[in-house]
């Protein structure tokens, strides 16, 4: 299927995506991002993001890998350079896979957008000592295959992906290497990041709570921004229980300044808005304090404000898009089926084979 302009912008950090920190837990992830078609953005983006925030960047326009915040420029001009040829070479590997899924889905001759994108990286628990590594493609929107560490085999949930798995498992000796990529040195990597940011990546900065309406008739909308970590809850309540119907959640988005924002949508009639008392409640990892605003009775004043910032709001947050996510949000459970030389950057270990 075709991917559509108007469902394909999601940014990196509603990540939610497949893997969700704990408060003990950091990750490393990197996502990479390959299109066709006729659609005004670079063919190729590499995102790289500790505790899902950014901290590199690479397109197929530029082509040169970059620091994307002040803890990473520690690394010098060797590691970027490393960087930036190694995902020239990834750029290369993905025109060749994007194509090579245009055949296998009959889509060759199609002049509509497609999109191959692959997510992987690793979790670390800094109080267990747990880790965790993850490796998937996805193409056009849904799920394509994954790489199963506990088996060291690939996982194809779509027809298509069979002779990959098929052609990737039989390179035995690289699925080890990947293992140990994801166990070991991608672990190494994130620490060594972590201790690079700790002042940053460590830090617990207070939400902001607003709650907008456009018209009186529409879902009111609680709107947390400016927090860190990324790692929250915004839910609504009804009568100080948690309420769950007619509830619509958003994805937890970047701001350009390194914090976080995330909204929740509530619909309700008029009725029971006058009859019960509904609040917004937002918390924080690593922050104690629940942060509430309460929904005033439809005929307050003042009750709740009507903005066209919101849009303004979104279009800010476009413009800082560092990637399109178009995968179906779903747990790494939920992902059922039907190599490289070292060198002195991560690049070790990971680099996408040909599909």
């Not at 190729?44 to 901290?55: K, P, R, W």
Request: aromatic share 10%.
């Amino acid at each position: 299927m075709n991917v559509k302009m108007n469902g394909f912008i999601s940014l990196v950090l509603g990540i939610g995506l497949l893997h969700t920190a704990s408060a003990a837990t950091h990750s490393l992830k990197y996502f990479y991002t390959a299109v066709s078609g006729d659609i005004d953005y670079p063919e190729f983006t590499a995102v790289g993001l500790v505790d899902n925030g950014q901290f590199m960047y690479f397109d197929s326009s530029t082509k040169t890998a970059v620091p994307k915040t002040e803890w990473m420029k520690r690394e010098g001009a060797d590691y970027w350079d490393s960087q930036t040829q190694g995902l020239i070479g990834e750029h290369q590997t993905f025109k060749v896979n994007i194509q090579t899924l245009k055949d296998r889905f009959n889509q060759s001759k199609s002049t509509g957008v497609h999109v191959v994108q692959r997510m992987y990286g690793c979790e670390w628990d800094d109080d267990s000592g747990a880790t965790e590594g993850f490796d998937q493609y996805g193409y056009d929107g849904e799920d394509f295959i994954a790489f199963d560490l506990k088996t060291t085999k690939w996982i194809a949930p779509a027809p298509q992906a069979v002779i990959t798995k098929l052609k990737w498992d039989s390179n035995t000796a690289n699925n080890e290497h990947r293992k140990n990529y994801y166990t070991q040195e991608c672990i190494d990597w994130l620490k060594k990041y972590m201790d690079y940011g700790k002042s940053t990546l460590m830090r617990t900065v207070r939400p902001s709570v607003s709650l907008f309406q456009k018209t009186s008739s529409s879902p009111v909308t609680c709107h947390a921004t400016g927090f860190y970590p990324s790692d929250v809850m915004v839910s609504w309540q009804k009568d100080g229980q948690d309420h769950h119907e007619d509830v619509e959640y958003g994805e937890t988005l970047p701001n350009d300044d390194g914090t976080f924002q995330k909204s929740i949508h509530l619909t309700m009639t008029p009725e029971d808005r006058k009859n019960n008392k509904y609040q917004c409640v937002v918390q924080v990892k690593g922050i104690k304090d629940d942060f509430i605003r309460v929904l005033p009775d439809q005929d307050a004043t003042n009750v709740v404000p009507i903005i066209g910032g919101v849009v303004a709001l979104l279009l800010v947050v476009v413009a800082v898009v560092v990637c399109v996510v178009i995968w179906k949000k779903r747990s790494k459970k939920g992902f059922v089926p039907t190599s490289t030389s070292d060198t002195d950057s991560d690049n070790s270990g990971r680099a996408a084979p040909q599909i």
